[in-house]
């Protein structure tokens, strides 16, 4: 049900995150069975009790997570500024929000929570590939440092998410990315790196490499354990990838 990081669970104990798989919930079918999106058309009752599971796992209220519509762009929110209709790739907090948990969904795309050591600021974004060139992840290290939290300070921990084996893309979209990260010698396409990618956002915008770590697999390649939308297709399950400050 839930995978952690084990940097972020050495924080204070008001810091709960966790990233989900597809185990272990109540969704049948293409959703089956942990499903958290509520967008694809799985029954709605299905997916509050996995919601209800995942925060039962994961030490927090359902009613303090907060999440927004996801457009594959680049802008960070506040928890406190969202309001309905919202849209974002990334959402913080802070520990004087109070208790507040943050929240993206993904299938494939790359989950990233962040935290600072003193654990009063969190916050969960999401970088699909158009999310990764428009440096979703670098304003969100920008963002918070703009709140006081200098990048030195932060954690991060890269979720389950498809890795370069399994994400094959064309010309035009590789060329977007520094060829460090395109594959094109082993396969017929363009192959791209996203979490190398990722990471090195995360190190070029000041966050330690010693404090960047990768936890779980391939999304695509684990079929049993993840949902997949380069693998499946569209109405299937999500993952959430959750952290927050509840103490």
Not at 25 to 31: D, M, N, V, Y
Not at 96 to 123: F, M, S
Not at 128 to 157: I, K, N, Y
Request: charged residues 20%.
């Amino acid at each position: 049900m839930l995978e952690r990081s084990a940097a972020l669970s050495a924080l204070a104990p008001s810091v709960v995150h966790g990233f989900t798989d597809r185990r272990g919930g109540h969704s049948q079918g293409r959703f089956g069975t942990l499903n958290l999106g509520a967008r694809w058309g799985d029954d709605p009752e299905a997916v509050r009790r996995n919601l209800e599971a995942v925060a039962k796992a994961g030490a927090f209220d359902p009613a303090w997570l907060v999440c927004v519509r996801q457009v594959h762009g680049a802008a960070v929110l506040r928890a406190r500024e969202v309001v309905e209709g919202s849209e974002a790739d990334a959402l913080w907090c802070h520990r004087d929000d109070g208790p507040c948990v943050v929240g993206v969904l993904t299938a494939d795309c790359v989950p990233v929570l962040l935290a600072d050591r003193e654990g009063e600021v969190v916050a969960a974004v999401h970088s699909g590939w158009r999310g990764t060139v428009a440096g979703v992840v670098s304003e969100t290290v920008r963002t918070l440092a703009e709140a006081g939290v200098p990048p030195g300070r932060l954690v991060a921990a890269i979720g389950p998410c498809i890795e370069q084996a399994a994400f094959e893309v064309g010309e035009e979209v590789a060329a977007q990315f520094d060829d460090a990260f395109v594959e094109r010698r082993r396969w017929p396409k363009p192959h791209v790196d996203l979490v190398g990618i990722v990471r090195s956002q995360l190190v070029a915008a000041g966050v330690s490499a010693a404090s960047i770590e990768r936890v779980g697999l391939c999304t695509h390649q684990n079929i049993d354990r993840y949902f997949s939308f380069r693998r499946d297709g569209a109405g299937i399950g999500q993952m959430m990838s959750f952290i927050g400050v509840v103490g």
